[in-house]
Structures are given as structure tokens and as C-alpha cells.
Nanobody
Framework: HVQLVESGGGLVQAGGSLRLSCAAS????????MGWFLQAPGKEREFVAA????????YYTDSVKGRFTISRDNAKNAVYLQMNSLKPEDTAVYYC???????????????WGQGTQVTVSS
């Protein structure tokens, strides 16, 4: 099955930007829909964004629309999350997810990476 490794997290000031990357291996990447989730301390894992296998269709939770952009490069087996205008409430561990359909990704019935920490200071 597919294995996922996230990178790109870090500490940034409010209003700044980060670009998260997720490298996939062990599966046919182009056949997977991909997603990003976040988990803040003491809270459940929440959906952030998803992208179809072709990259044509993207989906976002309301709180990140207009600030975050999900994209993928099937030739590089990678998915990205460009995060702009970051806010302190965006602070969380961000996880990459993969599954055969968008609905499966959103339902959290997916393969997960180990996560990357994003901290936004005020």
C-alpha cells in the first residue's frame, strides 16, 4: 500500500506562508485521491483540503478557502499544500492522506503520513 512522508512544516509568524509537501511511495500515486488534515492539541483530526487523482478537482474546508491551495505532481509522486496568510489558529500537526476516492479521503478512511508540525506565532 501507499506510504506517505510529509515535510515543510515549521514556525512562521502570522500572515506568513509555508508550503507542505507529501512524498508518496509503494503504490500507483496517480490512482489515489489525496488530502490534507490537521490535528491541534487535544482535538480531533480535521479535514483541510483534498484533490482528485487527476488534480482537476479540489475541495477545501471553509476556514482555509482563499488562503490554502492543494496541488499535486503525479510525475513526482507528490502532493503539496501552499498555505498563505497563516493565522495562529492554523497551528497544528498536518497530515497527508491517500485513498481511492475523495469521499474516502474526507471520511478519514485513508492511508496517513506521520505528520509535520506547523506553528504560527501571533
Amino acid at each position: 500500500h501507499v506510504q506517505l512522508v510529509e515535510s515543510g512544516g515549521g514556525l512562521v509568524q502570522a500572515g506568513g506562508s509555508l508550503r507542505l509537501s507529501c512524498a508518496a511511495s509503494g503504490g500507483t500515486f496517480s490512482s489515489y485521491c489525496m488530502g490534507w488534515f490537521l490535528q491541534a492539541p487535544g482535538k480531533e483530526r480535521e479535514f483541510v483540503a483534498a484533490i482528485s487523482w487527476s488534480g482537476v478537482n479540489t475541495y477545501y474546508t471553509d476556514s482555509v478557502k482563499g488562503r490554502f491551495t492543494i496541488s499535486r505532481d503525479n510525475a513526482k509522486n507528490a502532493v503539496y499544500l501552499q498555505m498563505n496568510s497563516l493565522k495562529p489558529e492554523d497551528t497544528a500537526v498536518y497530515y497527508c492522506a491517500a485513498d481511492r476516492s475523495i469521499s474516502a479521503v474526507v471520511a478519514k478512511t485513508a492511508h496517513w503520513g506521520q505528520g509535520t508540525q506547523v506553528t504560527v506565532s501571533s
